[in-house]
């Protein structure tokens, strides 16, 4: 199976601040989810990868896929409370996840 | 569509009693998937199945549990006996496997055993 680390395992961050998320692949990557989870609730797709070098974004998070296919990014511009909970990567090849990341930002 | 759709949203129960969670996946979708969710072991796949078959059930922790699909709109994942250790968010989520589309996931169940 494909193992998937995150980091950092959690974050805390003021209002208004950008901040990075990453994600790394033991393997190489076919296609990878970025999910995001509010606490007590369902994962929320936020985008999927699948060719290197590809980068997507939805409203002010941007994630980009390296060229290697094993190392993906997630990025918030101008973070907002609405942007804290739990992210996590998915392979799309079997359907496992990283640990996760908790994000918290700060008013 | 409702989306996936769990039950219960919350169970608790005792020490070697048996539990079943169900999950109706979204129609058209032809894989599903159980997780179990815990602070300590993170977001585990239990089982996955494609069209009613099951996959990949190396996640299933040891023969207490087991997940069954009779058809392509209800799945269930059954714990017997359960025990403490086994409290945790179990979640199901679908897909159309093979079509690079994301899969959705339900609300999940928290267990409770005590």
């Known amino acids: 199976s494909q193992e998937l680390e995150q980091s950092p395992q959690s974050l805390i961050v003021q209002e208004g601040k950008n901040l990075t998320i990453n994600c790394t692949s033991s393997?190489?990557?076919?296609?990878l989810y970025w999910y995001k989870q509010k606490y007590g609730e369902g994962l929320i797709f936020l985008m999927m990868?699948?060719?290197?070098?590809e980068e997507k974004s939805h409203e002010k998070i941007t994630a980009k896929l390296d060229e290697k296919k094993q190392q993906s990014s997630l990025h918030i511009t101008a973070s907002q409370p609405s942007h804290a909970g739990i992210y996590l990567c998915?392979?799309?090849?079997?359907?496992?996840f990283g640990a996760g990341t908790r994000l918290t930002v700060k008013p | 569509d409702a989306g996936v759709i769990q039950s219960p949203r919350h169970e608790v129960t005792e020490m070697g009693q048996e539990v079943t969670l169900r999950c109706k996946p979204i129609?058209?979708?032809?894989?599903l998937f159980w997780y179990r969710q815990t602070m300590m072991r993170g977001l585990e796949l239990l089982i996955y199945?494609?069209?009613?078959?099951?996959?990949?059930d190396s996640g299933m922790p040891e023969d207490r549990f087991s997940a069954k699909m009779p058809n392509a709109s209800f799945s269930t994942l059954k714990i017997q006996p359960s025990e403490p250790r086994d409290s945790a968010v179990y979640f199901c989520?679908?897909?159309?496997?093979?079509?690079?589309?994301?899969?959705?996931f339900g609300q999940g169940t928290r267990l409770t055993v005590v």
């Open positions: 989520a679908s897909s159309n496997r093979g079509g690079n589309t994301e899969a959705f």
């Open positions: 393997k190489t990557l076919y296609g």
């Open positions: 990868l699948q060719k290197g070098g």
């Open positions: 998915g392979a799309e090849s079997d359907m496992r």
């Open positions: 129609s058209g979708h032809n894989s």
């Open positions: 199945f494609n069209n009613n078959v099951p996959i990949d």
